[in-house]
Each structure stands twice: as structure tokens, then as C-alpha cells.
């Protein structure tokens, strides 16, 4: 199964059969003729147009995406607009509520919780190099890193939406579920174009004992 | 003062200007943007070759042009940035299926925007390939390909094995991807 031709016919197979472009490692090495089969069934099919169900889903996703796309959940709740954001970010609510408006409206600053203190989440041996964790820490949540001795950590909530981010071990970045959008482990946007605001940093340390604390809320 | 009016003039006069500037507004500009997005739809499952990746990949450059679509554009920039959109997904896709860098993709991939709608590319783009195949290729990848034959009913039509006929196969997609589609 593992020769070009029976890898590629797979392929074929599934795209004469409306199944997705499922690739595997080695398949690179056939993508002209991998390009070619999907040029061909998608001519075997003629000019597609969308289907009812997904143009509903797709106008549906239009009307409701933000009237201002870049409008942060930061900014938002600095306007006094995001309630209900502020519940969903849980430990965000304190720092924006405190601290200077237009320092909030910039993303990639450290969360600073009212009254916060440190909360024991992991031990260092449990951090693997380079894959992000998520811990919570009362109400602020985490995504901590290890590199080395180095610990770091940024908020568990997307700076656009107020959606939970979630590791995406392979490709190495935290994604939203709610929009496409990717953070790099330090909190920068992947998207060269429409690049989104940092996501805010939240404290952390190791003590003595080798255990990893984060500042969160009681 | 209104007192002598029909009920429905009354209704239809609005009490603030906004509702007369805004209402018509709204619909508009969701279906000029959808009317674009049919366009990428179609442009973006010609490469792909299935539904479910195309309507991924579209409601993908549906969410990066919102911005865009909300500015209310002329359509024909507004086409020329979905296009841009669209094939930096694509790029995006063929990248991280095959495990390469974007870099990597060489022209086989280019995912040029097409100079004639895609109503006609269909044709053009199988008459294009095919033709520039030699007839043991074309005929392999026409049987398979537009006529939808099995491994072994294209085995039985060219009085040759399921394993020829798979070794076929590749060689002629190998060769098809040579085919300049796009002048």
C-alpha cells in the first residue's frame, strides 16, 4: 500500500467518492499528481455552486460576526459593552476594570487580578517542552509554557472572541474555535494580514520546590 | 394632526431617519457578499476536488474578508480581495496537508485566479490537460476521471491489469500536472 501509485489511488478513489483529501507523510512527494486528480474530479462534477444548508450557515456566520471586527473584548468592556464577555473571561474582568482604559485597549499585557494571588497548577516535571498546558488558577485561565528552566503563560481566551483557545500540539499554536485564528505560545497572532491583538500574559513562577504557580484569584 | 390618516401610512412613516437609511442596507450587503462568496465556492472546489474542504476553505475566507465585506467596497475590488484571500487559504491548505512550508508549493500548485468565470473553466480546464496527454494517458484519466470507471472496469476497457492500469493512472496525473492550465 505504500507505493506511490496505491497511495494516489487511494486519493483518487476518494475524491471520485466526495470524500475529503485525506494526505498522509510521503504523499508530498505526489502533490502535482495529487493537484491534478482534484482539478480533475472537481471538472467531473462541473461549476459547483454552494449548497442550500451551507449558504444558509455562511450568511447566517456573516450577519453574526461583529459589526466591528477589531472591536477587542478588551475594548468592549472598556466601552462598558461587554458584559457578558467579561463573565466568559472570568479573571479579566478585574484588570480591565482597575487599570488605565487606554493601556487595556492594547492587547498582550499582563493580568493583574484584584486581590489576586498565587495558585499552585502544575509541577514543573509535568510541563513538556514546548507544549502548552492549560491550567486554571481560580478564575483566570491559562495556557503555561516550559522552555528549559523558563516557565511563561498567556491567557486561555482569544483576543477577538471571547472563545476558549485550545492547543493545537501539532502545529505548535493555540487555536480559536470560534473564528479561524491562531496564537503563536508568546501570544502573537499568526495572521500576517489582519493581525489580531497579543493575548494578555498572565504570571507566573516557579518555586523552589519545582512547583509551578500562576497568578489567578482565590 | 395625523388623526385623519390610514393606519398603515402611519406605520410606514418611519420615526427616525436612521430606520430608513439602515433597513435596506443590511440584507444588500450580505447578499452582494454572498453572490462573491458563490464565485470563491466554485473557484476554491475546482482545486480541491470535494465539497466538504471547499466549504470549509470558503467560510474561511468568508471570516478574514468580513472587515472587508463591511465597508461596502465596490464589488470588483471586493472580488480581487477574496481572490488574494482565497488563494492564501489555499496555499495555507495544500501546505499543512502535505506537510510542507508554503514555500515548498511549487508551480503545479499556483492557484492563479482564473481569467474566465468559472462557468467556463470546466471545460477549459479538461480540454487544456487532456489534450496535451498522449492517448494511453487521456484515456486512462477519461475513463477514471470523467466517466467515473472503476480500477478494474478501466483494466477490462484497455485490455490491461488493475496494477497497470494504477501505475497508469499516476504517471498520466503526474503528467497532467505538467499542463500549464492558466496561459
Redesign the interface.
Known sequence: MNK???R??KI?S???H????R?R?G??D??????????????????????PA??K???Q???L?P?E??LTRRAALVAGLGVAAGVVSGGLVGRTLHGAPTAQVQGGGPIDPIGGRWVDVAAMSDLVEGQGMRVTAGSVGAFVFRRGDTVTAVTSICSHLPCELWWNGG?GLLDCPC??ASFTAEGKST?M??PLPDLNTVHVRVTPAGRVEVLGTA | MSAGRPPDELEAEPDEPGDVLQLPM?PRA?DV??GE??IV??FI???????????DL???V???A??R??EGSPASAIRGYLFA?AR?VLGGF?S?????SEV???E??ALAVPQSP??E??AD??QR?LAELSDNYRRV?EL???H?YS?KEVAAEMHSTV?AV??M??RA??A???VK?YP
Request: avoid cysteine; charge should be positive.
Open positions: 506511490p501509485e496505491n494516489v489511488d483518487v476518494d475524491l471520485l466526495g470524500r475529503r483529501l494526505l507523510g504523499d508530498a505526489e502533490k502535482a499528481a495529487i493537484a491534478a486528480a482534484a482539478r480533475l474530479a472537481a471538472a467531473r462534477q462541473g461549476p459547483q455552486r454552494m449548497n451551507f449558504r450557515r455562511l450568511e456566520a456573516l450577519e460576526a459589526r471586527p477589531w502545529q473564528h479561524p495572521d494580514a489582519y | 443590511a450580505t457578499a454572498l462568496l458563490e465556492y466554485a472546489y475546482a482545486r480541491v476536488g470535494n465539497r466538504a474542504d471547499a466549504e470558503t467560510q474561511q468568508a471570516m478574514k468580513i472587515p465585506l463591511r484571500t492564501s495544500w499543512t496537508r502535505l506537510g510542507l515548498e508549493l511549487h503545479d500548485l468559472p462557468s473553466e470546466r480546464t479538461v490537460i484519466l477514471r476521471f470523467l467515473g480500477l496494477g494504477k501505475v493512472q499516476l496525473l503526474r497532467a500536472a505538467k492550465v
